[in-house]
């Protein structure tokens, strides 16, 4: 069974625009979330992440909202850019700072200048 | 500071062939993990080490993975015999406790059983 879901499988903005990428949780007992960007051939890179004491999270162009009672995230690019088009991946862990990241499918960005 | 490197970046070998990927970590990084993807779907945790000694393995598939970690340096993942499911990326990652809950990724070992 998949914890960490990403039922948008792609999305396409226009520079400038917003993108949000959105991301559902089962498991209760998860309690930091974080979202990672990939480009092709290369390993997921560490965008942004937020504690569940939080439900704001803010690093320039994005941000990330955390609803607990709905076990749902999202990540919000704004302005999109061109090189923001990546695969973005939700991930999710419980517990001690170290332990296993739990991810979801990935959501396709495609910024079109 | 060098990033997490994987070796070798591509492998191409046949079925019931044995592989053996390996991951530096970022130096100092007492946590190292070995994560998987498979046919373009969601990046699945194998297994992490703590130094040397492997804290979690609940994600390894089978018997035919076997993972060390020597000196609690660098780490090799052995799939053998290969079988054609086990075609993927294969990612390591790591990090340091007790700083963050972030894990820094390799480039990944994409494997391939033919």
């Known amino acids: 069974d998949q914890q960490v879901k990403q039922n948008s499988p792609s999305l396409s903005v226009q520079e400038g625009r917003i993108s949000i990428l959105n991301c559902d949780y089962t498991?209760?007992?998860?309690?930091?979330f974080l979202w990672y960007k990939k480009y092709p051939a290369e390993g997921p890179t560490f965008l942004i992440s937020i504690s569940s004491i939080k439900d704001k999270n803010e690093d320039g162009r994005f941000t990330v909202f955390l609803n607990k009672s709905a076990k749902h995230l999202s990540l919000h690019i704004v302005p999109s850019q061109p090189g923001d088009s990546a695969v973005y991946f939700c991930a999710a862990s419980k517990g001690a700072a170290g332990n296993k990241l739990t991810f979801g499918g990935g959501t396709r960005v495609l910024v079109k200048p | 500071e060098a990033g997490v490197t994987q070796f070798p970046s591509h492998s191409v070998i046949e079925k019931g062939q044995t592989v053996t990927l390996r991951c530096d970590p970022i130096?100092?990084?007492?946590?190292l993990y070995w994560y998987r993807r498979v046919m373009g779907k969601e990046i699945k945790f194998l297994l992490h080490?703590?130094?040397?000694?492997?804290?979690?393995e609940s994600g390894m598939p089978n018997n035919r993975f076997l993972a060390e970690r020597t000196g609690g340096t660098y780490s090799t993942l052995k799939v053998q015999p290969a079988e054609l499911e086990d075609s993927g990326v294969y990612f390591c990652?790591?990090?340091?406790?007790?700083?963050?809950?972030?894990?820094?990724f390799g480039q990944g070992t994409r494997l391939t059983v033919v």
């Open positions: 990652a790591s990090s340091q406790f007790p700083r963050g809950h972030e894990a820094f």
């Open positions: 080490f703590v130094k040397e000694s492997k804290q979690d």
């Open positions: 498991n209760s007992m998860f309690d930091y």
């Open positions: 130096s100092g990084h007492d946590n």
